[in-house]
């Protein structure tokens, strides 16, 4: 990769936009690409630097794509592999071209975020091991003197001073593909705000540490508030696998463990849970049947026929899964446009 190419892909990173490499690894003339040539690929499609002409370039693309949505690396071969294996996608080439090319893709993402609630010790633990992780760690409610970092300690999370609606909209809309993972850990004080907000940003885990009783007090507000039953059951509360844990440090590494098995299981890969559920839904819905609409508030794909609540906004339609979003919504639309 040339500098250029290097310096986009940090870019990107720090904008937090994944994106896929392609290099050809292998090639048999005649073949206007060469060993080594790179590009890096978007998910919108665009292509930086430079993988082949257009006997290529499309599948390239198209499977650049696919392995971003899939999290998984691709090995491609155009017109025949030249040493048959199991793991080579073949790929007719689309020229007449006798030559023959071998591409590997691999999809790069941001670090995931980890936003951290509260100011206790379990708090602190979880902050300082997400970034010992490689998070990007947001800590919000913390006091100045957990902000304060003694020297050889590493660095402290960047500090959010409220979780409001333009701190939910703003991680609603962060790009597909940057994970989003949330721990309540105020010890009872806004617990309920805290999540609800953080249902709004679409976080792909959102863990509470709490008793299963004052769960269940949580879950009583947040359906009373309007929160539909179904992103409700998503927040996990007790925080955390049942290991044992009673030390905060202990805590902290069962809450980690239950996000990095979530993670690694798929369920918050890819685009992102709340956003891979609304492509699944895009994607299982036939030709011709109802249309849809996304929820500005929460991300969910909706049916648009009237049968979901909807609102009028500068003349246009807005449909939302529950009553909920739609009061978040008509409470502060700038928030969500």
Same mark, same amino acid.
């Given at each position: ?123 602190? !633990?979880?902050?300082?091991?997400? &970034? ?5 760690? @947001?800590? $919000? =409610?913390?006091? #100045?003197? *957990? +902000? /304060? ?102 805590? !902290?590494?069962?809450?980690?463990? &239950? ?5 690694? @299981?798929? $369920? =918050?890969?890819? #685009?992102? *849970? +709340? /956003? ?62």
């Amino acid at each position: 990769m040339d500098s250029d190419l290097l310096r986009l892909a940090s870019r990107l990173l720090d904008e937090e936009t994944p994106y896929a490499i392609a290099t050809v690894v292998r090639r048999e003339r005649p073949s206007s690409a060469a060993s080594g040539n790179t590009a890096v690929i978007t998910a919108d499609g665009t292509v930086h630097g430079w993988i082949g002409g257009s006997c290529t370039l499309p599948e390239v693309t198209r499977h650049a794509i696919a392995s971003l949505a899939e999290r998984q690396p691709r090995l491609l071969a155009f017109g025949g592999s030249m040493e048959p294996r199991g793991d080579v996608i073949s790929v007719p080439m689309s020229c007449g071209s006798e030559g023959k090319v071998e591409v590997h893709i691999n999809p790069v993402y941001p670090a995931p975020r980890l936003v951290v609630v509260g100011d206790s010790p379990i708090a602190r !633990a979880v902050e300082r091991m997400g &970034e010992a992780m490689g998070y990007r760690v @947001a800590v $919000a =409610g913390g006091s #100045e003197e *957990a +902000a /304060a970092t003694e020297e050889g300690e590493g660095p402290a999370g960047e500090r959010v001073a409220t979780l409001d609606g333009q701190f939910a909209s703003g991680y609603a809309s962060r790009p597909r593909g940057a994970a989003l993972y949330a721990v309540v850990a105020t010890m009872g004080r806004g617990d309920e705000d805290a999540v609800e907000q953080l249902l709004a940003a679409r976080a792909d885990y959102l863990g509470v540490v709490v008793s299963p009783k004052r769960m269940g007090q949580v879950r009583e507000y947040l359906a009373a508030r309007g929160v539909c039953g179904s992103r409700i059951e998503k927040v996990r509360g007790p925080a955390g696998l049942d290991i044992g844990a009673v030390r905060p440090e202990e805590v !902290a590494i069962s809450i980690l463990a &239950e996000i990095v098995a979530l993670a690694r @299981a798929g $369920a =918050g890969a890819g #685009e992102g *849970a +709340a /956003a891979a559920e609304a492509t699944a839904e895009d994607s299982a819905t036939p030709a011709g049947s109802t249309a849809t609409a996304t929820d500005p508030v929460c991300g969910m794909t909706v049916p648009a026929d009237g049968s979901r609540p909807s609102s009028t906004y500068k003349g246009r339609t807005v449909h939302f899964c529950c009553p909920g979003c739609r009061a978040r919504f008509e409470a502060d639309p700038a928030a969500y446009v």
